[in-house]
């Protein structure tokens, strides 16, 4: 096991592996490919070369353009106040003329506008997190936009559920008493994109089954409603969970919530974390695999204490018992499974090898995992020469290949990897440094909304789409 830092234009591993292939046009046949490493900049990759925007906001391929859609501060919710800070993950919803998005606002105490608590959307007054929702036409301009959930902490990620809501989650292990939270915090949210009203009462109740802990990210598996959910911790690193229903449970339009009202739905089904093993031999830390086509096979280990109510679900587990990784982040279900991202590692952090982002498809027919993409350590985050680091969000694209949100050190892009394996900037951040967040494509494939999480702008994203090209295979 090499523990040398990867060249980031060598990411692409030695073993073709299918990839994120789902029913959708083009979907990726592979994303590890060993002939790329020697792929030269400056050749049409992707949708080509990025053109620097004028407006110093978002540098696209030729023939894209953007739309601002809302920023922070300054665009007025529905009520008139000020659409909230730090915009994060997005779930889109097909609505007739356009689309609806749920927008993930990761607040935590002092960010300049918190989302507004309003009576029957809010789960703890104390809290200025939540998310909200918003109306765009099929152009991508905005046409209203109102609070979905209100009273919530650190709302980073989640996912769309088959039966079309959006779960929220809290990145966070916040109790009650800190930083002037009235209520524990740490949880996962259902809301529905349908209207406000379809969530008062309901958005606000936490899903207690799904346990207590910073979480992340979450992928639902529409054949048996199991949800994957990652975690993104530290001080030791965080864990892959697993919640299968209880028996005789449907999912569907208010199923989570009112298994969470009933009795005992604060423990209902089992939530399990997983450990991996290869040949026998139990793997402590993702970061161990430096090789795409690492296939470790997968156990779950109960958890003891869901609610963490004296000990970090995390700390309940020894070393030996569970397989950790540093920045588990993004997922997205696809190919009847879920692929979920390790953002970096370092071993400062307790991680056994270092990288600046991994993708791994979970498959729950083998129960195994497989290393799919491995980005090496960037040698200078602060230049643009095609190297990236800190992949967050992950969105599969309906013209093939995967989009990526860079969440790393200097210069920010949406990066794609290309149906057969190669990565390419989709979209440079001009205004600053902050992170992409959220890249998801509407249900008929022509926009693709994104946030750049400071100073707060939600961006639609359109041109001539089609299957991007490589520097080795063409269109």
Avoid at 183 to 212: C, I, T
Avoid at 333 to 359: C, I, L, N, P
């Amino acid at each position: 096991m090499s523990t040398a830092p990867l060249n980031r234009r060598g990411f692409l591993g030695r073993t073709a592996l299918t990839g994120l292939g789902v029913a959708l046009a083009g979907s990726v046949d592979a994303l590890v490919r060993p002939a790329f490493a020697s792929a030269a900049p400056g050749q049409a990759i992707g949708y080509g070369p990025l053109v620097p925007d004028p407006n110093r906001i978002l540098s696209l391929p030729v023939g894209f353009s953007y739309t601002v859609v809302s920023r922070s501060g300054e665009t007025q919710l529905d009520g008139g106040v000020p659409v909230p800070s730090d915009p994060d993950a997005i779930g889109v919803f097909a609505r007739p003329g356009g689309s609806t998005l749920v927008t993930n606002h990761e607040i935590g105490s002092d960010e300049p506008f918190g989302v507004p608590a309003l009576d029957g959307l809010t789960y703890d007054t104390g809290a200025r997190g939540g998310t909200t929702t918003t109306a765009v036409g099929a152009d991508g301009a905005r046409q209203g936009q109102y609070v979905s959930v209100a009273g919530t902490v650190n709302n980073c990620a989640g996912g769309i559920t088959p039966w079309g809501t959006w779960l929220t989650c809290e990145e966070t292990e916040a109790r009650a008493g800190e930083g002037g939270f009235l209520l524990d915090h740490g949880y996962v949210f259902e809301v529905d994109p349908a209207s406000q009203d379809a969530n008062r009462g309901k958005s606000p109740v936490p899903l207690k089954f799904l346990g207590r802990y910073a979480h992340e990210a979450v992928a639902v598996d529409p054949a048996s409603s199991t949800i994957y959910l990652t975690e993104d911790a530290s001080g030791p690193n965080g864990l892959y969970y697993r919640w299968t229903p209880p028996q005789g449970f449907r999912g569907g339009p208010n199923a989570l919530r009112e298994l969470a009202e009933s009795p005992g739905g604060d423990t209902a089904g089992a939530l399990q974390a997983m450990a991996c093993f290869r040949g026998g031999t139990h793997v402590p830390d993702l970061s161990q695999a430096t090789e795409p086509g690492t296939v470790y096979s997968v156990q779950w280990v109960g958890v003891p204490d869901r609610d963490a109510t004296s000990t970090s679900v995390r700390k309940q587990f020894g070393n030996d018992a569970v397989t950790r990784s540093r920045k588990l982040e993004g997922q997205w279900w696809g190919d009847g499974g879920a692929y979920f991202v390790a953002s970096y590692a370092r071993t400062s952090d307790g991680s056994v090898a270092e990288h600046d982002g991994q993708v791994w498809f979970f498959d729950p027919a083998k129960q195994t995992v497989t290393l799919k993409t491995l980005f090496g350590v960037n040698p200078d985050p602060a230049v643009d020469t095609g190297n990236y680091d800190g992949p967050d969000n992950i969105t599969v694209s309906p013209y093939g290949g995967v989009i990526l949100a860079e969440d790393g050190e200097g210069i920010s892009h949406l990066v794609g990897v290309t149906a057969e394996g190669e990565p390419f900037a989709m979209a440079r951040n001009e205004l600053n440094d902050s992170e992409f967040c959220g890249p998801a494509f509407s249900a008929d494939g022509r926009i693709l909304f994104a946030n750049i999480q400071s100073p707060g702008l939600t961006l639609a994203i359109t041109g001539p789409w089609h299957r991007p090209t490589t520097s080795i295979f063409g269109s």
